[in-house]
């Protein structure tokens, strides 16, 4: 599968509905055809018989990828990490939702090689994010706010800038005048 995005999935609500939601994933699990038995792949349930499970009718949707790991966590919140194609598995979390109406999905989607980050997660209540600022002659300096980034870039490379977007500009401006390299990226904070 060409263009993977890699997502994580915290999946959290009545506890109930939770709790099935693990069932069926465990059903999925001892079911003799649940594996994708291809040599890239193996190991790695695929989205079609945790439909089978999931839904009482199969809907004709092309939905392709792989859970990868599911996890059941001390605080009843369901973990799941899939792979899928170019994005995030929506039409999953619409059959979730539709089958379990409590539950609440909150994802982080990191496509391969096209640096697109994606969450739903903007409170940052569970994916919370940093801002790394690397250039070619010094170690990569990280950040919890852009406030912080702008601070750092002000007092080593003479830029000036407000906000995110001021700040990419700037770093931009600072490439071309001083033939370098320097880029500022989002990254994932790992929570645990």
Same mark, same amino acid.
């Given at each position: 599968?060409?263009? +993977?995005? #890699? ?7 009545? &506890?109930?509905? $939770?709790?099935?939601?693990?069932? !069926?994933?465990?059903?999925? $699990? ?10 890239? +792949? #193996? =190991? ?11 839904? &009482?009718?199969?809907?004709? $949707?092309?939905?392709? =990828?792989?859970?990868?790991? %599911?996890? @059941?966590?001390? /605080? ?15 039409? @999953?979390?619409? @059959? !979730? ?9 909150? +994802? ?22 940093? #801002? =790394? ?7 990569? &300096? %990280? ?13 080593? @490379?003479? $830029? ?13 401006? +600072? ?5 370098? #390299?320097?880029?500022?990226? /989002? ?6």
């Amino acid at each position: 599968m060409p263009n +993977y995005a #890699y997502t994580s999935h915290h999946i959290s609500g009545d &506890e109930k509905e $939770i709790k099935m939601l693990h069932d !069926i994933m465990n059903r999925v $699990i001892n079911h003799p055809d649940a594996f994708i038995r291809d040599a890239e +792949y #193996y =190991g790695r349930m695929s989205f079609r018989h945790f439909l089978e499970e999931l839904c &009482e009718e199969v809907p004709a $949707i092309d939905l392709r =990828g792989q859970i990868c790991h %599911f996890e @059941l966590d001390s /605080e009843k919140v369901l973990w799941i990490s899939t792979e899928s194609a170019w994005r995030a598995p929506f039409e @999953l979390h619409n @059959l !979730i939702r539709h089958r379990f109406p409590s539950l609440k999905i909150l +994802y982080f989607t990191d496509p391969d090689d096209d640096g697109v980050m994606e969450t739903n997660d903007v409170n940052g209540e569970v994916f919370r994010t940093r #801002y =790394g600022i690397a250039t070619e002659y010094m170690d990569e &300096e %990280f950040f919890d706010t852009i406030a912080e980034a702008c601070q750092w870039a002000k007092h080593n @490379l003479g $830029i000036e800038a407000n906000n995110l977007p001021e700040l990419r500009n700037a770093l931009l401006d +600072y490439e071309e005048e001083n033939n370098t #390299y320097a880029s500022l990226h /989002e990254c994932l904070l790992d929570m645990d």
